[in-house]
């Protein structure tokens, strides 16, 4: 049971229930608002949990910034509620420029957080690649193809986690000398894989994993945010396979998230080449996010 504030509590597993039928109720279009990604991740964010104006409001502890609340899941009263979650903590942050029009301009800070922006496409675009632009997808894929000529994409099963668990661990490898993935990116990244293979069923998650004979060549989870738009919380390939993260995520687009029209690929932190890589599938728009705080 989630408590009304000022109770509060840790976000636990057996809360989802609610929280997916109030997910489903209220309009939302970020991938924080996603019931895979508010689960899988709440161990590293020490997530608590609470209820304003009946709506579910969500304080996220991350170990490498200071406490902040989501924007609160539901439709009452929302200038009151983020009064509320402003005095508590001090910040709500990665909020949607939806819930901002619901807040009086001349009392709050409104800040573009860049780095935490999702990037969305058409996932027909994904999965056809057509035109000129695609040329150098193509080019990896064929180059995939062309060495793993029996490759096949299937279904992801969850009993293959110990498999996944390795090709994350071959993946994060190459990536452990950079600054931009130290320790705490390997923890927080391996615990949400745990995750969201231990509770596949019980989030909702959708997935596929392409294999070429017995092996594991890279694997895709993602979770719906709306009827139209799926979050795509992991896309790992086996890095010593030139084209395979293209190859997976045209086949997933083809084959796993064929019930929506649009695709979330999330944020890229402000990671360089993360950011490119991401660029360079030509996004439909940027999902904005801000953060909201009181003027002094």
């Given at each position: 049971m989630i408590p009304e504030f000022p109770q509060i509590k840790p976000l636990e597993l057996e809360d989802r229930l609610w929280i997916h039928r109030k997910l489903k109720?209220?309009?939302?279009?970020?991938?924080?608002?996603?019931?895979?990604?508010i689960f899988i991740w709440k161990d590293f964010d020490h997530t608590l949990v609470t209820c304003i104006n009946h709506n579910i409001c969500m304080l996220i502890n991350p170990p490498n910034e200071p406490a902040y609340?989501?924007?609160?899941?539901?439709?009452?009263?929302?200038?009151?509620?983020?009064?509320?979650?402003?005095?508590?903590?001090?910040?709500?942050?990665?909020?949607?420029?939806?819930?901002?029009?619901?807040?009086?301009?001349d009392r709050y800070l409104f800040e573009p957080l860049r780095n935490q922006f999702d990037y969305i496409y058409a996932r027909a675009n994904l999965a056809e690649l057509k035109g000129k632009k695609y040329d150098g997808k193509r080019n990896h894929i064929k180059r995939f193809s062309r060495q793993h000529p029996n490759y096949t994409y299937q279904t992801l099963d969850p009993n293959i986690k110990e498999k996944?668990?390795?090709?994350?661990?071959?993946?994060?490898?190459?990536?452990?000398?950079?600054?931009?993935?130290?320790?705490?990116?390997?923890?927080?990244?391996?615990?949400?894989?745990i995750e969201a293979f231990s509770y596949f069923k019980e989030l909702h998650l959708l997935g596929g994993a392409l294999f070429d004979g017995n092996k594991?060549?890279?694997?895709?989870?993602?979770?719906?945010?709306?009827?139209?738009?799926?979050?795509?919380?992991?896309?790992?390939?086996?890095?010593?396979?030139?084209?395979?993260?293209?190859?997976?995520?045209?086949?997933?687009?083809?084959?796993?998230?064929?019930?929506?029209?649009?695709?979330?690929?999330?944020?890229?932190?402000?990671?360089?080449?993360?950011?490119?890589?991401?660029?360079?599938?030509?996004?439909?728009?940027?999902?904005?996010?801000?953060?909201?705080?009181?003027?002094?």
């Open positions: 109720q209220t309009s939302r279009e970020i991938c924080e608002l996603s019931l895979g990604n609340f989501l924007e609160p899941i539901g439709s009452n009263k929302l200038a009151e509620t983020a009064e509320i979650l402003l005095k508590h903590a001090g910040r709500i942050s990665r909020v949607s420029i939806n819930f901002l029009a619901q807040l009086p301009k996944a668990l390795e090709l994350f661990e071959k993946w994060f490898a190459i990536r452990e000398e950079s600054r931009f993935f130290p320790r705490l990116a390997y923890t927080s990244q391996k615990g949400a894989v594991l060549c890279g694997f895709t989870l993602g979770s719906e945010i709306n009827p139209e738009l799926v979050s795509v919380h992991f896309l790992y390939g086996d890095p010593a396979l030139p084209g395979v993260t293209q190859t997976l995520l045209r086949e997933a687009c083809r084959k796993t998230y064929t019930t929506f029209k649009y695709i979330d690929l999330e944020q890229d932190l402000g990671i360089p080449g993360l950011r490119t890589a991401k660029l360079s599938y030509h996004p439909l728009k940027m999902g904005e996010k801000f953060e909201v705080k009181p003027i002094s």
